[in-house]
């Protein structure tokens, strides 16, 4: 996927991220388009897929979704070694129902705010 279709994917996320979790707003990066609430990164547009930031609060979810739909989740290391893998791709039908979106975008924003370092003073 080119940067001009990322665009478009975000550009046709974006209505349904915002009407399920408020002001979501978007940042390209080099190979990704990052979606940030109260500026905190929380999700990723990568390869034609959003992806959310997990940690073991959420997991789980990701995990069970894999086991009974038979389907691996795809990672975005962004870089970072095996085993560095912050964030998951959303499964197919968190996207059908803005009730359901809530939820998970909620989880891996509350994962991304718990991910953040406090800056040293």
């Known amino acids: 996927m080119d940067d001009k279709e ?8 974006l209505p349904m ?15 990704a388009t990052g979606l940030y609430l109260d500026g905190v990164l929380f999700a990723l547009v990568s ?10 609060f959420n997991r789980d979810a990701y995990d069970h979704w894999e086991a009974t739909s038979g ?3 795809d990672f975005f290391s962004g870089g970072l070694p095996a085993g560095g893998q912050k964030f998951r791709v959303v499964p197919p039908f ?7 979106l809530a939820h998970w975008g909620r989880a ?14």
């Open 6 to 13: 990322r665009g478009r994917y975000v550009r046709t996320l």
């Open 17 to 31: 991220m915002r009407a399920a979790l408020g002001q979501v707003e978007s940042r390209d990066m080099t190979d």
């Open 47 to 56: 390869g034609g897929r959003l992806h959310f930031r997990t940690d073991q």
């Open 71 to 73: 389907r691996e989740s």
């Open 94 to 100: 968190v996207l059908d129902d803005e009730d359901t």
């Open 108 to 121: 891996a924003w509350e994962a991304a705010k718990r991910a953040r370092v406090p800056a040293h003073r």
